[in-house]
């Protein structure tokens, strides 16, 4: 789904929705925004809420960061599924939609996207 609150004409795509995946960083700006999103979304779809964490420095490694994306990643499973993270890296951030993804990119993502496939298999 396209994660836009402003623009009335994506209510028609977000009632037709079954699966909305969501991408999640959890800097406390991203948080916020998310909740608010998914609160505007539920409003209006019945989709199934499926969360990516993206971005994700794992060299952070702060108790009170640790503490917190727990508790967020907590949160989420209770409202959708939370899917393998996406680690912050250059091959990632070099993403293109013109070329096919280059092998050290797949293997980036591959984890979140397998298992977004097998969640969405299991709600068909």
């Known amino acids: 789904c396209p994660g ?16 909305a995946i969501i991408p999640i960083s959890f ?9 608010i999103f998914v609160k ?13 964490p993206n ?3 794992t060299s952070e490694r702060k108790s009170e960061e640790l503490r917190q994306r727990a508790q967020t990643t907590e949160f989420l499973g209770l409202v959708g599924v939370v899917m393998p993270t996406v680690k912050q890296s250059v091959s990632v951030k070099r993403y293109t939609t013109l070329y096919p993804l280059e092998r050290n990119q797949l293997a980036a993502v591959e984890p979140s996207f397998c298992k977004i496939i097998e969640e969405l298999q299991l709600n068909d």
């Open 4 to 19: 836009n609150l402003n623009d009335r004409n994506l209510e028609y795509i977000y009632k037709s929705a079954d699966t």
């Open 27 to 35: 800097d406390a700006d991203t948080v916020d925004a998310t909740g």
């Open 40 to 52: 505007a979304l539920k409003t209006v779809s019945s989709a199934n809420l499926v969360f990516i």
């Open 55 to 57: 971005r994700i420095n």
